[in-house]
């Protein structure tokens, strides 16, 4: 018999119901239990980053978080960047115009860092930017659209 707990957890401002196994990873959950398939799955070990969401607004690796942590909890993930027609976000947009991406696999784990990082710090350095893609793996673009894009989303963003 498996242990299941029931879960009421709000992604991208939708509210959720969902038995959940008490094991089950939150990437899991969200991949498998309620369809948010942008959430990558890349090392399984908290490593790559390619499965970052954000949990009340803080980055966290879903893969390393079990979905039973995030009953009452709102969580964020790349399908809730875009707006409701499907208008791609700022720094959406600005990963696209840098080539930021390639086969685009890790390409929602940054998006999500950045997101979360940009709310917090919203006038970045360039390498303040640098140290934040540190923490993510990419294997196919390289860091240098990565880091231009994010540093424009910034300053667009603080020019209003």
């Known amino acids: ?9 709000t992604v991208n401002g939708t509210v959720h119901e969902v038995s959940v196994e ?5 990437a899991d959950m969200l991949r498998h239990d309620l369809g948010y398939t942008g959430t990558h799955l890349g090392c399984e070990h908290g490593i790559c980053g390619a499965c970052t ?17 995030t009953d009452g909890r709102s969580v964020r993930t790349v399908e809730g960047l875009a707006a409701r027609g499907g208008e791609l976000s700022d720094l959406q947009r600005a990963f696209s115009r840098h080539h930021a991406l390639q086969c685009g696999f890790c390409t929602p784990g940054f998006l999500m860092l950045a997101e979360a990082f940009l709310a917090e710090y919203p006038e970045p350095s360039e390498q303040e ?32």
């Open 1 to 9: 018999m498996k242990d299941l707990h029931q879960v009421s957890v």
């Open 22 to 26: 008490s094991r089950r990873t939150l």
């Open 53 to 69: 969401v954000l949990v009340d607004g803080s980055p966290v690796r879903a893969c390393l978080v079990f979905g039973v942590q």
């Open 129 to 160: 930017v640098r140290e934040l893609v540190a923490s993510n793996l990419c294997r196919c673009t390289g860091y240098q659209g990565i880091v231009e894009a994010i540093k424009e989303t910034a300053d667009e963003r603080a020019r209003g």
